[in-house]
């Protein structure tokens, strides 16, 4: 396995940036949701609503980028914006068609579940062999990590290994559950529900994985990703089978 992309979100919810390094901390990628859009209830938007989260469905009409270490909002390359600049909120609020914050990450992490999400080659080649009018883009998914895995590879295969990157040790721990932001239009992009209904049929409305971060350290595009499983854990006797 080696790593085929790295994507970070510096704000919660739109459009991320890829990049060719990532320092992996505790968190999870240095600088990833760092930043959210909050509404007037203080919930933080999202392509979902929970008790911390609320839907706001045109947050992919915004990008972040990370620049010098500066992390700047715009709809555009060419508008892009400090994300301290005076007066963005009430910008972002028209773009939004609400009132909105831009606020940092405090003592809870803005991720909907867990610190690093990956999603599989093999997984998304199955996708867009069942859509084949789909643009099944990475894009669609936001995961921080695009794994080029061997065809016959699925994400139970991942469930209770840990990944060997460089020195950061990433533990898999569960499946990631989509809601309707993978239909969503971004970019050019175009939305299509289709992609959820077959995710749903297909997968059981999961694709891709999350990990926890056993240790942390820096990983970079193309770098190789070894594979094993703890003795304790059944799943360990599979590495024969899976051809690693």
């Not at 739109?14 to 859009?37: H, M, P, T």
């Not at 990157?165 to 239909?183: D, F, P, S, Y």
Request: hydrophobic share 35%.
């Amino acid at each position: 396995m080696r790593i085929r992309s790295l994507w970070r979100y510096p704000v919660k919810s739109l459009q991320g940036e890829q990049v060719d390094l990532a320092y992996v901390e505790e968190r999870g990628f240095q600088g990833d949701r760092l930043f959210a859009l909050a509404d007037q209830r203080g919930k933080l938007g999202s392509g979902k609503s929970t008790n911390r989260f609320q839907r706001i469905d045109n947050l992919l009409a915004l990008r972040a980028v990370t620049q010098d270490g500066n992390v700047y909002i715009g709809a555009r390359e060419d508008q892009l914006e400090h994300i301290q600049s005076d007066g963005l909120d009430q910008r972002l609020a028209k773009v939004m068609d609400q009132p909105v914050e831009i606020v940092r990450e405090q003592d809870s992490p803005h991720f909907d579940d867990a610190a690093v999400h990956l999603i599989l080659s093999s997984e998304l080649t199955k996708l867009q062999t069942l859509l084949p009018e789909a643009e099944i883009d990475t894009r669609r998914f936001r995961a921080n990590i695009v794994l080029d895995v061997p065809d016959h590879m699925t994400s139970e295969d991942l469930l209770g290994s840990v990944l060997s990157i460089g020195n950061a040790r990433l533990k898999v721990t569960h499946k990631t559950e989509r809601c309707v932001m993978v239909t969503a239009g971004q970019d050019t992009l175009p939305k299509d529900p289709q992609i959820l209904k077959t995710i749903s049929r297909s997968f059981d409305l999961n694709f891709g994985v999350y990990a926890s971060v056993l240790r942390p350290g820096t990983i970079e595009t193309r770098q190789a990703v070894g594979i094993s499983y703890p003795a304790k854990d059944p799943a360990h006797r599979r590495n024969t089978d899976l051809g690693f």
